[in-house]
């Protein structure tokens, strides 16, 4: 059982601005409403940053709602906060409602907003949620590793079946709100083998949420390595020395593993209609037009490298970060496949764009003679 703590730690609510945007998460900021974890989730990397279990005490910032609130006075409307760190609907939020009184405070700014859960508590806030994204935007990903009740159970045993957050997302899509999934983490040997993996993407793809995305299980260190590898040893037919070998020293499995199951995942997405990413339609008309721009460069980054093309990717890569700080090459970005759909997006009218014009007309069979040029 979790023992919860209330603090007043004053000083910024949010986390600083990220450095670059969040691809898979849109987002710009981030904040968690609770220090700590009560599901305890066995392959979450937070057990390796806290001396005691991280699910033992939760520490709610009871003064949140407040400074979060006035902290939003100074947000920019086009950069979406996402509730990510930890769970926001964690079962200390049935005591302290502390992310309901901050979704209420984005809704009055109408701040865009997506949430990140695996609990079903989520459902609580459906009408707050329809009402959010009436008014601009709040989307809700729900993480579902696997489909498989009993492997969840022992990954992630104190949270509602995967079927269960499934029917909540279905739920979340006919009100009308944007849905996705994170397949967090995408476990070696685990939950990526060719039994698991099909069974856990038809099932998503039962839903049809608007995006899915994925990635593989980290180790940042050598306490949480330990965790895993005892772990892994417990609930999978692999020794040890596989995830050693997979791993080596890095935080990451090996970029010829991660490659080779992009490509799979990719495939399988395609087969079934399920978006790697979020597509543009969905955050588009509400966010800043730098912050769309960077993501559609960043989209494109991940799929050129899924596909082998490393220096495009890298350029595109380099090109999201410009444009999100505001430091975009207009000729650099000119180069990029992207140059047309980010000139419409960037609002660039410049030499160039009018030339473009020219010369489209120009090629254009049907454009007409004007009399006096005759």
């Not at 009740?149 to 990954?155: G, I, N, T």
């Not at 397949?183 to 698991?196: A, G, K, N, S």
Request: some cysteine; hydrophobic content about 40%; aromatic content about 8%.
């Amino acid at each position: 059982m979790a023992y919860y703590v209330e603090e007043r730690p004053g000083g910024p609510a949010l986390a600083p601005r990220r450095p670059t945007i969040n691809e898979f998460f849109l987002s710009t900021y981030q904040v968690g409403p609770y220090v700590g974890c009560e599901f305890g989730c066995a392959y979450c990397d937070g057990w390796s940053f806290s001396q005691r279990p991280f699910n033992e005490v939760i520490r709610a910032n009871v003064d949140l709602p407040d400074r979060f609130a006035e902290q939003l006075s100074v947000v920019s409307r086009g950069d979406l906060i996402a509730f990510s760190l930890g769970d926001a609907y964690q079962p200390a939020e049935k005591t302290y409602r502390l992310t309901r009184q901050m979704l209420q405070a984005c809704q009055v700014a109408k701040q865009p907003v997506l949430i990140l859960t695996k609990s079903l508590a989520v459902m609580d806030d459906l009408s707050l949620l329809q009402r959010m994204n009436e008014q601009g935007l709040a989307i809700v990903v729900m993480s579902i590793p696997t489909i498989d009740p009993l492997l969840s159970e022992k990954l992630e045993g104190k949270v509602a079946p995967p079927s269960a957050r499934l029917e909540a997302l279905n739920t979340l899509k006919r009100a009308g709100i944007p849905t996705g999934v994170a397949m967090l983490p995408v476990i070696p040997y685990l939950t990526d083998t060719d039994r698991q993996l099909p069974l856990t993407l038809n099932a998503i793809a039962n839903v049809q949420p608007d995006f899915v995305v994925w990635e593989y299980l980290w180790q940042p260190n050598e306490r949480h390595r330990q965790r895993i590898t005892d772990l892994l040893s417990r609930l999978g037919n692999y020794p040890a020395s596989y995830y050693r070998e997979l791993y080596g020293k890095d935080m990451q499995p090996s970029l010829e593993y991660r490659r080779e199951m992009h490509r799979d995942i990719l495939g399988r997405f395609e087969e079934l209609n399920l978006n790697p990413r979020a597509p543009l339609e969905l955050y588009r008309e509400h966010l800043a037009p730098n912050n769309v721009a960077a993501l559609m460069l960043k989209h494109q980054a991940f799929i050129d490298q899924i596909k082998g093309r490393e220096l495009l990717a890298s350029r595109h890569s380099n090109l999201a970060e410009a444009v999100f700080n505001g430091k975009a090459d207009e000729p650099a970005l000119a180069v990029s496949p992207l140059w047309p759909m980010l000139r419409e997006v960037l609002n660039i009218s410049d030499t160039r764009a009018r030339l473009d014009q020219i010369l489209e007309k120009v090629r254009s069979p049907d454009t007409p003679t004007d009399p006096s040029n005759e």
